[in-house]
């Protein structure tokens, strides 16, 4: 078949010079920008929240930097409550907490700080709801301005339960606290997801896995 | 002990290494008395899996003798096993669900992050593979630490030899589950690009699930000769060009369903392929795909896509279009070994699978860098290296 121009293809001479084209294209390309724009502030303000945890979008809050995580664990809601509620367990999957000490309603933590330094926590229990919720806060005595919480839900078809963390504080100054602020910040949820994820081999497995073949130390 | 570590592109030696020692209480040690060279170790030998540290031990394809247990290991020492490459739990959700090589607790966590911002996901470990997929030192060593003991090792009975039953380990399992993942039915057309072991063993899989027929295509004679030994039709794609020949010898239909037995480091002289190896070359993560691009081109409408080959990023210019116009479904995976083991096991007590007709060489371990080149270099004579320790 012979091929036949089309009207679409013809009369160029009434298309303009390229030099008009390019005006007409950069204002409807400004006004684009500036419709977008004032659309996007009016629809925010419209927008409902979403059901997402404040953590996932907002990492600031009054003055604390804020990360959160959640994790599923196959084991039941009690269990998994029992194990964290009692802190001197904590250890065993936060690698950088070295010991805690258990005192009443108190706890003061001994965590690994930059060349072998430590960093000295002392928190008290704020809230505790059994098989459900844990929050706790720094005492003034603490090198560290810090709040946190821990909730326990029961995961949807049976998969055990959704332990979800959260912790704001407010890095102190010097050296120690520039460290702090790298640790956490650097990659905010890193830290906790490590951590979480510990929790949940260690809880589902009874150990937590490592690719070493050799014992530490050994 | 001695075993063989990776130093960069086409560099691996025997070297001498610490032995391993139980670390977790589910821990068993192996004493290795056969190993195996894969196909994916190539991927390795050839640096195009991101995550590969100097001194890594490789080596994912492992037998021996139990020698030492950990507290929690249901392993007796002296037991003769096979040990899937893939490591897993077998207390998580994914291991509940039989998709061991989705497993959630045997990647080390401090790897994971790397995993999870490639892939979405991290993934179960492997041995003698990827930091990726955990950094776990290998088996082509004269010893081996398995953690999850208890969920992985298959033991051997007596009667069986070693080469007989080294396969479960992985290549073997991997062909089957290529076979299951194109969904056989009663009368159908099966083709399966490359020719190498896991090919090779799709082909036998897919033979006795009832497929009809099974084209095997590749380019080396001597792999294509080995397929049609095990009743495969072939397209040698040096000299026929495969989608207009798997046309015609499906009068008109495509094959129902197709098996990329290749994976990311296809070659020939495609356009495709080399744009693709400029861009593996310069490091970007690019995939070579053109064995998985044809495959989609020629399955049938409403035909099923069996992915067994390797891929670790991006794949270009993927024929998405192919995929919704005409319907396909895609299967792919690692494989989840320990889904398969003891059925397999029987099936080579029951003479239906040769397993020991592909291996071309066997070699002390000491000269197991040699048997990478030659595997790497001379395809068609060299397609599988066993190595003794």
Partial sequence: MAHRNTGYHEGDDTRGSPEMWRVVLFGAAAGGVYYLARRTRQSRRQRPADSAPQYVRQHRSGGYAVTGRTVTIARPRNEVYAFWRDFTNLPAFMENVRSVDVTGDLTRWVIAGPAGSEVTLETRIVEDRENDHISWRSTSGSDIDTQGSVSFRDAPGGRGTEVEAQIAYVPPGGAVGRWIAKAFQKEPAMQGRRELKRLKMLMETGEIATSSNRRPNA | ?389
Avoid at chain 2, 74 to 91: A, D, W
Wanted: glycine letters at 12%.
């Fill in chain 2, 1 to 389: 002990m001695r075993a063989l570590t990776w130093h960069g592109k086409h560099d691996v030696r025997i070297e001498t290494v610490p032995d391993p020692e139980i670390v977790n209480p589910r821990d068993a040690i192996i004493e290795v008395t056969a190993t195996a060279i894969c196909g994916s170790d190539l991927h390795l030998y050839d640096a195009v899996i991101p995550g590969m540290q100097r001194g890594d031990i490789l080596g994912h394809e492992f037998m021996g003798r139990v020698v030492d247990t950990g507290a929690k290991s249901t392993l007796k020492k002296g037991q003769r096993v096979v040990v899937p490459f893939t490591i897993s739990c077998g207390k998580c959700f994914f291991c509940d669900k039989q998709l061991f090589s989705a497993c959630d607790n045997s990647n080390p966590v401090e790897k994971q992050d790397v995993t999870e911002a490639l892939y979405g996901h991290s993934v179960s470990g492997l041995f003698g593979y990827s930091h990726l997929t955990g950094g776990y030192p290998g088996g082509q060593a004269e010893y081996v630490r398995v953690p999850f003991s208890n969920v992985g090792p298959i033991v051997i009975p007596d009667g069986f030899e070693d080469e007989q039953v080294l396969f479960l380990s992985d290549i073997l399992p991997t062909g089957w589950m290529a076979a299951e993942n194109a969904e056989i039915e009663p009368g159908d057309t099966v083709a399966v690009w490359g020719c190498g072991p896991v090919g090779l063993f799709a082909i036998q899989s897919a033979l006795l699930m009832g497929a009809a027929r099974v084209i095997a295509i590749d380019e080396y004679p001597g792999r294509l000769a080995l397929a049609r030994k095990l009743g495969a039709d072939t397209i040698d794609f040096k000299q026929t060009p495969v989608l207009e020949a798997l046309m015609e010898m499906s009068g008109g239909f495509g094959p129902d369903a197709v098996i990329d037995a290749v994976g990311m480091e296809s070659h020939g002289f495609a356009p495709d392929t080399v744009m693709d190896n400029i861009k593996q070359t310069v490091g970007v993560g690019a995939d070579s795909g053109h064995a998985l691009r044809e495959a989609l081109m020629a399955v049938r409408k409403g035909g099923r896509v069996s992915i067994p080959g390797v891929y670790g990023g991006f794949l270009d210019k993927f024929p998405l279009g192919a995929l919704m116009e005409k319907g396909l479904q895609i299967k792919s995976g690692q494989t989840h070994v320990q889904r398969y083991l003891k059925d397999l096991l029987d099936r080579i007590r029951e003479g239906e699978l040769d397993t020991t007709f592909m291996i071309s060489h066997r070699l002390p371990l000491e000269e197991a860098a040699e048997g990478y080149h030659n595997f790497r270099y001379n395809q068609n004579d060299w397609t599988k290296v066993v190595l003794k320790p």
